[in-house]
């Protein structure tokens, strides 16, 4: 299993229409916790690895996380959006995160891409937060 930070800009990125930020997410997790978010590399993503939330705006922090469903797979349709993952935001985790978020300085982030793998020492703080 692989941990990865994913990447949400509210200002920018959208779920659905709906804006990406962690009050969304929250109630996401408890309505719809089923997702399907763009990727524009397949990142060696298998199923039942994680993506932690990592939103930028208000406050830098991890706020949610859900399970991969599926690999990756590609979208022909859309150029901007090479690939999709089938993931399942995790309820309970994604309420303990939103209660008390993974701040940046935490996780040990220098430069901030779409999708990297979480270091081990984030994960360990990642992990107690989410109380998993």
């Known amino acids: 299993m692989v941990d990865w930070i994913y990447i949400l800009n ?6 659905d229409g709906e804006p990406s930020d962690k009050e969304t997410m929250c109630r ?19 199923q039942g690895d994680r993506l932690w939330f ?10 949610a996380v859900a399970e991969v469903d599926q ?4 979208n022909p349709g859309d150029p901007d959006v ?3 993952v089938a993931a399942t935001l995790l309820p309970e985790a994604t309420k303990a995160l939103h ?4 701040g940046r300085d935490e996780l040990g982030l220098g430069q901030v891409r779409s999708v990297q793998k979480a270091k081990p020492e984030a994960l360990l703080v990642l992990l107690a937060r989410a109380g998993l």
């Open 54 to 63: 990592f939103f930028t705006h208000p406050e830098s922090a991890v706020a």
């Open 82 to 84: 090479p690939y999709l």
């Open 99 to 102: 209660r008390d978020p993974v």
């Open 10 to 15: 509210p200002n920018k990125d959208t779920l």
């Open 28 to 46: 996401l997790a408890e309505e719809e916790p089923e997702l399907e978010l763009w990727l524009s590399r397949r990142n060696r993503m298998k």
């Open 71 to 74: 690999e990756p797979r590609d």
